[in-house]
C-alpha cells in the first residue's frame, strides 16, 4: 500500500503565497510520478501540475507561471509552490502518485482558501 499525506494549505489574501507538501510512504516503488490535483465546490477535479520520474514537468494553463511543482527523490515528497493566488485558485488541493503499470494513489486533500 502507499500512503500519502499533505501539508501546508490554509487561507491567504489574493497575491499571497502557499506552499503544499506530500509525503509518500509504503510500497513507493522506484518509478512513480507525481502530481497535484484540485477540485472547487461543484467542480470536476482537474490537473494542476504533475512531475514525472525524470523530472519533467507539466502544468494547467491556469497556473502556468505561477505555481512550481519540484519532487525530492531521496525523501519520497512532492511539493507545490504557489505564488500570486487568485481567489479562483480555492479548492481542496490533492496529491497523486502513479506507479507505472500499478496504481494510483490519492492523498487525503489540503483546503487551499484565497481570500480578503
Known amino acids: 500500500q502507499v500512503q500519502l499525506v499533505e501539508s501546508g494549505g490554509g487561507l491567504v489574501q489574493p497575491g499571497g503565497s502557499l506552499r503544499l507538501s506530500c509525503a509518500a510512504s509504503?510500497?513507493?516503488?522506484?518509478?512513480?510520478?507525481m502530481g497535484w490535483y484540485r477540485q472547487a465546490p461543484g467542480k470536476q477535479r482537474e490537473l494542476v501540475a504533475v512531475?514525472?520520474?525524470?523530472?519533467?514537468?507539466n502544468y494547467a494553463d491556469s497556473v502556468k507561471g505561477r505555481f512550481t511543482i519540484s519532487r525530492d527523490n531521496a525523501k519520497n515528497t512532492v511539493t507545490l509552490q504557489m505564488n500570486s493566488l487568485k481567489p479562483e485558485d480555492t479548492a481542496v488541493y490533492y496529491c497523486?502518485?502513479?506507479?507505472?503499470?500499478?496504481?494510483?494513489?490519492w492523498g487525503q486533500g489540503t483546503q487551499v482558501t484565497v481570500s480578503s
Open positions: 497523486n502518485l502513479i506507479r507505472i503499470g500499478v496504481s494510483s494513489y
Open positions: 509504503g510500497s513507493i516503488g522506484s518509478i512513480y510520478h
Open positions: 512531475i514525472t520520474s525524470g523530472g519533467s514537468t
